[in-house]
């Protein structure tokens, strides 16, 4: 992210999220003092700038339904509202090293190939850890039935029948994921072992 792109997202979550909060009339966390917390709202401002205006939407409503404080009139501490962020849009930082890894690995590549590399990814996007063989199974189990869907919404189309927009969004989607996996994998090989 740019600079220029930095200020635009800063300015946009001061907008969508910290404005409406405050005009609610949320509070600082009663742990921080008003230099602190122009200091946590500093944080969000910079460390959230990567998001949508409409993950910055769901998190401000998130926000609004869970207040903090005895009288649940205070913002949350920004560890929290960070945390809930991550949950809703990913910031992309691009691949970790275990992501890389992994997707070197026999394990990564069987998942490219076999069509369930993007449940994988988001495990590890989640656990943060290598998939044990218990998780692999559950991993593989989960992308049946997208993976079974894919298959047979690209086997239509071979056949040259007609596919629903819902399909056509789905199999830009699934495709897309699947690409993100082989790109991951690509730029492990090409950097080489860990």
Same mark, same amino acid.
């Given at each position: 992210?740019?600079?220029?792109?930095?200020?635009?997202?800063?300015?946009?979550?001061?907008?969508?999220?910290?404005?409406?909060?405050?005009?609610?009339?949320?509070?600082?966390?009663?742990?921080?003092?008003?230099?602190?917390? @122009?200091?946590?709202?500093?944080?969000? $401002? =910079?460390?959230? !700038?990567?998001?949508?205006?409409?993950?910055?939407?769901?998190? +401000? /409503?998130?926000?609004?339904?869970?207040?903090?404080?005895?009288?649940?009139?205070?913002?949350?501490?920004?560890?929290?509202?960070?945390?809930?962020?991550?949950?809703?849009?990913?910031?992309?930082?691009?691949?970790?090293?275990?992501?890389?890894?992994?997707?070197?690995? @026999?394990?990564?590549?069987?998942?490219? $190939? =076999?069509?369930? !590399?993007?449940?994988?990814?988001?495990?590890?996007?989640?656990? +943060? /850890?290598?998939?044990?063989?218990?998780?692999?199974?559950?991993?593989?189990?989960?992308?049946?039935?997208?993976?079974?869907?894919?298959?047979?919404?690209?086997?239509?189309?071979?056949?040259?029948?007609?596919?629903?927009?819902?399909?056509?969004?789905?199999?830009?989607?699934?495709?897309?994921?699947?690409?993100?996996? =082989?790109?991951? !994998?690509?730029?492990?090989?090409?950097?080489?072992?860990?």
């Amino acid at each position: 992210m740019d600079a220029k792109e930095q200020a635009a997202g800063e300015k946009r979550v001061q907008e969508i999220l910290i404005a409406p909060l405050e005009a609610l009339g949320l509070a600082r966390p009663s742990t921080a003092t008003l230099a602190k917390f @122009e200091v946590m709202k500093k944080e969000l $401002r =910079q460390k959230l !700038a990567y998001m949508s205006e409409d993950g910055l939407t769901e998190l +401000r /409503e998130w926000i609004e339904a869970h207040p903090e404080g005895k009288n649940k009139d205070r913002f949350p501490i920004a560890l929290k509202i960070l945390a809930k962020a991550r949950e809703k849009e990913v910031p992309d930082t691009g691949p970790s090293r275990l992501m890389l890894n992994v997707f070197r690995d @026999e394990l990564g590549l069987r998942a490219i $190939r =076999q069509g369930w !590399a993007p449940e994988l990814l988001a495990f590890i996007k989640g656990g +943060r /850890e290598w998939p044990g063989r218990w998780s692999q199974t559950k991993i593989r189990e989960s992308a049946d039935s997208p993976v079974r869907r894919l298959e047979d919404i690209e086997m239509r189309l071979a056949r040259g029948d007609a596919i629903s927009a819902e399909e056509d969004r789905f199999r830009l989607q699934r495709r897309a994921a699947l690409q993100t996996c =082989q790109d991951i !994998a690509d730029q492990a090989r090409r950097k080489g072992a860990a």
